[in-house]
Nanobody
């Protein structure tokens, strides 16, 4: 079983940047497919970006060209670089680890984009 802890959220102005981190422990990080999800008030949780164990990435259309997902297996950490942030990016961002039929979640980190 893997434990996930997100960090890096906060308040940022429109057009600004943030870098989220997801630190994993308790298991072999490299075997997991990883992803960032977000949930805004009153909305369903949605996939933002994902990265496979082999490093293949995919993004939601709404963040393509602005967000970059990456992973450092040596540090058991996943990142989400978010640039050109918009008010509609405001949400709680969750880290997910997936392996076979198992999904693990972090506690979430709040990202607020507002002037």
């Amino acid at each position: 079983q893997v434990q996930l802890v997100e960090s890096g959220g906060g308040l940022v102005q429109p057009g600004g940047s943030l870098r989220l981190s997801c630190a994993a422990s308790g298991s072999i990080f490299s075997i997991y497919a990883m992803g960032w999800y977000r949930q805004a008030p009153g909305k369903q949780r949605e996939l933002v970006a994902a990265i496979s164990s082999g490093g293949r990435t995919n993004y939601a259309d709404s963040v393509k060209g602005r967000f970059t997902i990456s992973r450092d297996n040596a540090k058991s950490t996943m990142y989400l670089q978010m640039n050109s942030l918009k008010p509609e990016d405001t949400a709680v961002y969750y880290c997910n680890a997936h392996f076979m039929r198992n999904d693990y979640w972090g506690q979430g980190t709040q990202v607020t984009v507002s002037s």
